[in-house]
């Protein structure tokens, strides 16, 4: 059974980085494309940036666009997401998934992690 595992999450003040990182174990690993999601406090979950396991295209939301970079590491079957310029709304608990297509629509993903707090403190 593959499962999906993020760290890194943590308190960074505001104009900080943290780095996410989320490994894939299990057997059989053969999603084409990762995902980071997050989750802030009364709110839903939104999209905030994917990769192609194959070319490393990416895509990131608008409100991380030049902050926030998406990398793979294939070898290790792991995916990071480098956060810059950290911003308190960017609090929130960070999801990584795995699906078949790269986008931003939730139902792309069929496998997702447990999920990583974030907390940004201005």
């Known amino acids: 059974q593959v499962q999906l595992v993020e760290s890194g999450g943590g308190l960074a003040q505001a104009g900080g980085s943290l780095r996410l990182s989320c490994a894939a174990s299990?057997?059989?690993?053969?999603?084409?494309?990762m995902g980071w999601f997050r989750q802030a406090p009364g709110k839903e979950r939104e999209f905030v940036a994917t990769?192609?396991?194959?070319?490393?295209?990416?895509y990131y939301a608008e409100s991380v666009k030049g902050r926030f970079t998406i990398s793979r590491d294939n070898a290790k079957n792991t995916v990071y997401l480098q956060m810059n310029s950290l911003k308190s709304e960017d609090t929130a608990v960070y999801y990584c998934?795995?699906?078949?297509?790269?986008?931003?629509?939730?139902?792309?993903?069929?496998?997702w992690g447990q999920g990583t707090q974030v907390t940004v403190s201005s």
């Open positions: 299990g057997r059989t690993f053969t999603s084409s494309a």
């Open positions: 998934a795995a699906g078949a297509i790269a986008g931003s629509s939730e139902r792309l993903y069929n496998l």
């Open positions: 990769i192609w396991w194959t070319g490393g295209n990416t």
